[in-house]
């Protein structure tokens, strides 16, 4: 089984429209998050939740919504698409219920996403 | 703030060639460190981390040291494989943040 999954692997869309991209994790870990790849391959994070609440929100246009409905699940909504919103978006979990960062975090398959 | 610092890409070498990759970090308390690895077409997966002065992490003939008075975390290998081709990101995460900071990541080409 799959620890972490995201839906779908791949995404090519227009601008302007809004699309979601969903994360599942079946670890059992308290903390989840959303990391964008840019071209050069830098990563950065953008949300973090830990047990539903949101802990990390990085400077992220407000465009971007993150969604957690339980917490084994954390979807990226994202509005207004823009064309340097092409990326790969990454969700990670890790264990632990203060959601520090020195815990191992498990990285999904990443997204890909690209706006034309 | 915090950062990572890693050598430039790509990385070219031949098979069974030592490898070392720098990583250096700046952080305002005491971070733990991350060597994570991305095969092409994946996501990252751990390859090794440490979380103290002095500690080894090691995993798959990997290994890198936490070096607190040069600040680094440079990883090495003795003899590279083909299929270590990969990019490899160090990152850190400092003490009570709750994500990790990433170097740029550095590419790996091994030839055989």
């Known amino acids: 089984d799959t620890a972490v999954s995201q839906t779908p692997k791949y995404l090519v869309t227009q601008m302007g429209n809004d699309k979601s991209i969903k994360c599942e994790q079946n670890?059992?870990?308290?903390?989840m998050y959303w990391y964008k790849q840019d071209s050069k391959k830098f990563l950065k994070i953008m949300f973090s939740y830990n047990n539903k609440e949101l802990i990390i929100n990085e400077t992220v246009p407000n465009r971007f919504s993150p969604k957690s409905p339980d917490k084994a699940h954390l979807n990226l909504h994202i509005n207004s698409l823009e064309l340097g919103d092409s990326a790969v978006y990454f969700c990670?979990?890790?264990?632990?219920?203060?959601?520090?960062?020195?815990?191992?975090?498990?990285f999904g398959p990443g997204t890909r996403l690209t706006v034309l | 703030g915090d950062s990572v610092t890693q050598m430039e890409g790509p990385v070219t070498l031949s098979e069974e060639a030592f490898l070392t990759i720098n990583c250096t970090y700046t952080a305002t308390g005491y971070p733990s460190l991350f060597w994570y690895v991305q095969y092409p077409g994946e996501g990252l997966q751990l390859l090794l981390k440490a979380t103290k002065a002095d500690d080894k992490g090691s995993n798959k003939g990997f290994e890198a040291t936490y070096r607190k008075e040069t600040t680094s975390f440079h990883l090495e290998k003795g003899s590279v494989q083909v299929s270590d081709s990969a990019v490899y990101f160090c990152a850190q995460a400092d003490t009570g943040r709750r994500a990790l900071t990433f170097g740029s990541g550095t590419r790996l080409q091994v030839q055989p």
């Open positions: 990670a979990s890790s264990q632990g219920s203060r959601g520090l960062a020195a815990d191992t975090q498990y």
């Open positions: 670890l059992g870990h308290d903390t």
